[in-house]
């Protein structure tokens, strides 16, 4: 049974900095396309980040290209997503999802239809 773990979440100041993980368990995680999305109170969920099972392969929204990496370690079966320069619209809870999708990085993908697998998701508040 896949099962994933998110954690780092927090409250900060806008300009501050955190870093999510989330913990896979219960699969092949290097067998898995994995990705970062956020939803906010009242507005549709976000892809963020996906990254590809080599570690390289990676895509990330417009709106965090810059600010925000995606990084994976697949001998700790583990997804990090560090978030620099953060703003108050970044606000939202993240959720990291899993997938056996062998592409990382069409619209399916990007919106996170592809992705079967969720987490339970990690508040992050950025206040101004």
């Known amino acids: 049974q896949v099962q994933l773990v998110e954690s780092g979440g927090g409250s900060v100041q806008a300009g501050g900095s955190l870093r999510l993980s989330c913990a896979a368990y219960g699969y092949t995680y290097s067998s898995y396309c994995m990705g970062w999305f956020r939803q906010a109170p009242g507005k549709e969920r976000e892809g963020v980040a996906t990254i590809f099972t080599d570690g390289v392969s990676t895509y990330y929204a417009d709106s965090v290209k810059g600010r925000f990496t995606v990084s994976r370690d697949n001998a700790k079966n583990t997804l990090y997503l560090q978030m620099n320069s953060l703003k108050p619209e970044d606000t939202a809870m993240y959720y990291c999802?899993?997938?056996?999708?062998?592409?990382?990085?069409?619209?399916?993908?990007?919106?996170?239809?592809?992705?079967?697998?969720w987490g339970q998701g990690t508040q992050v508040t950025v206040s101004s």
């Open positions: 999802a899993a997938s056996f999708s062998p592409s990382c990085f069409g619209p399916d993908m990007r919106s996170g239809r592809g992705f079967g697998y």
